[in-house]
């Protein structure tokens, strides 16, 4: 920014998340945003997607590519003192529009003391608006991954997906297939199947709560033969998740330490509002006894598919200090 511009009335952006696309998955400020607006910019796509909301707005549309143009269009009509809603569909701040345009700031010399203001407005993203289309299969510890190339080298994606297959995670692949890019979703595929059993759960949501909406459930094995394209969102589940009366879901652990047969009592050794007798308290007095009756590191790190370094360090560390790790188990149970 040059020092006349900041001299002049600047205005504002408005990183605005629209969520699934429909009117009324948008937020209020959402909405309020896109109203107090003078300017509006966003890919053509997303632009059709609230075109009930733009008379009389001065809307700039840009293609898929242009994310950058669209942060720099941005910030000219801000330091022109105009108000602008940058809208990404989801949510501005994954996988949209938040994080080109504070590149594009930064590289200006844009800082919070700057005349022109940023307001970023959140939205649901597709992992949270395809979710609630399927059932819960997001209730435990998930990820997202998107599968594109165009700006991330393909190795750093690969160990992406290894990593989280072996960790068991609940994943939501974004961009998973294009008309150009089709291999990335067989070689997804492929890393899984290292890790995941073939029948696996795997929903795939194109165009949640748009005109063109369309589901379908399916197994790891035969993922890659589904109808996938840039609108789908695919969520494969962990090796808990399971599909009932049409419905995806992922247990959250209860019956971990709950008999839900039984009205929820506790199981035996067990505390309700206590970790688990299997947390980490527990495995510490475990693991400590057993490398006691003589199992080596070695023995211990393959038992619990875990680094040796760690059990190393772990094992090194006196159990009396222990508790000084432990956290209140989180209220959201």
């Known amino acids: 920014m040059t020092e006349q511009k900041e001299q002049a009335q600047a205005g504002k952006i408005m990183l605005v998340g629209i969520g699934p696309g429909s009117v009324e998955h948008m937020t209020q400020r959402a909405r309020d945003a896109i109203a107090e607006a003078d300017v509006v910019i966003g890919y053509v796509t997303y632009i059709k997607l609230v ?22 269009s941005a910030l000219e009509a801000a330091e022109a003192g105009k108000k602008v809603a940058l809208i990404s ?12 345009t504070f590149e594009v700031l930064f590289q200006a010399g844009w800082t919070p003391e700057h005349a022109v203001q940023i307001e970023i407005i959140p939205g649901a993203s597709a992992l949270n608006s395809c979710a609630a289309r399927v059932g819960a ?31 068991d995670f609940v994943v ?34 194109k165009s949640a709560y748009r005109r063109r909406e369309r589901i379908e459930f399916t197994t790891l094995d035969r993922m890659a033969e589904a109808d996938i394209g840039m609108l789908s969102t695919v969520l494969i589940g962990n090796s808990n998740t399971f599909v009932r009366h049409g419905l995806m879901v992922t247990p959250r652990g ?33 693991i400590q006894a057993e490398h006691a009756a003589g199992a080596t590191l070695e023995a211990l790190a393959l038992q619990h598919q875990l680094p040796l370094d760690y059990i190393r360090a772990t094992l090194s560390e006196p159990l009396e200090e222990a508790p000084k790790m432990m956290e209140e188990e989180s209220t959201s149970e």
């Open 51 to 72: 075109a009930d909301l733009l008379e009389g707005k001065e809307i700039i549309r840009k293609s898929m590519t242009e994310e950058l143009d669209r942060a720099i």
């Open 89 to 100: 569909s989801g949510d501005a701040g994954v996988y949209g529009m938040a994080g080109p």
């Open 137 to 167: 299969p997001l209730t435990h510890d998930f990820c997202a991954i998107s599968l594109s190339d165009l700006l991330t080298p393909w190795p750093t994606i690969a160990r992406r997906l290894d990593a989280v297959a072996y960790a």
């Open 172 to 205: 939501a692949l974004y961009n998973p297939k294009s008309g150009r890019r089709t291999r990335q979703i067989v070689e997804a595929q492929r890393l899984f199947l290292r890790h995941r059993r073939p029948d696996t759960p795997v929903a795939i949501v």
């Open 254 to 286: 209860y019956a971990n330490k709950y008999d839900l047969e039984e009205g929820g009592s506790t199981l035996a050794g067990e505390k309700a509002g206590r970790s688990l007798s299997t947390g980490l308290l527990g495995w510490l007095e475990n």
